[in-house]
Nanobody
Framework: QAQVTESGGGSVQAGGSLSLSCATS????????MGWYRQAPGKQRELVAA???????TYADPVKGRFSIARDSGKSTVFLQMNNLKEEDTGVYYC????????????WGLGTQVTVSS
């Protein structure tokens, strides 16, 4: 059974940093593209950063130069390093794993809260 579990959220002041982790189990990690999404109150869920199984990386424009995504095959884990956080980064951050060739094989975690205050 596939499982995706986020950790590392919390509260931080603007300008601070947080590191998120997403551990997976029950899937062949190297066959999955990974992504971090966030959802702010009253807004739709949006892509923050993604890394393919081949480590091709995409960032949403608002986080370019501040966030960094990486994956560790040995730990079946994907990371999101968030620096210079802004209030508008506040939201629930979700991790997604999707099979590179079977896009319906998509798994979500329950999310972790990130709160940035001024």
């Amino acid at each position: 059974q596939a499982q995706v579990t986020e950790s590392g959220g919390g509260s931080v002041q603007a300008g601070g940093s947080l590191s998120l982790s997403c551990a997976t189990s029950g899937i062949i990690f190297d066959n999955h593209d990974m992504g971090w999404y966030r959802q702010a109150p009253g807004k739709q869920r949006e892509l923050v950063a993604a890394i393919t199984r081949r480590s091709d990386i995409t960032y949403a424009d608002p986080v370019k130069g501040r966030f960094s995504i990486a994956r560790d095959s040995g730990k079946s884990t994907v990371f999101l390093q968030m620096n210079n956080l802004k209030e508008e980064d506040t939201g629930v951050y979700y991790c997604n794993a999707v099979h590179w060739n079977i896009r319906t094989a998509s798994y979500w975690g329950l999310g972790t809260q990130v709160t940035v205050s001024s």
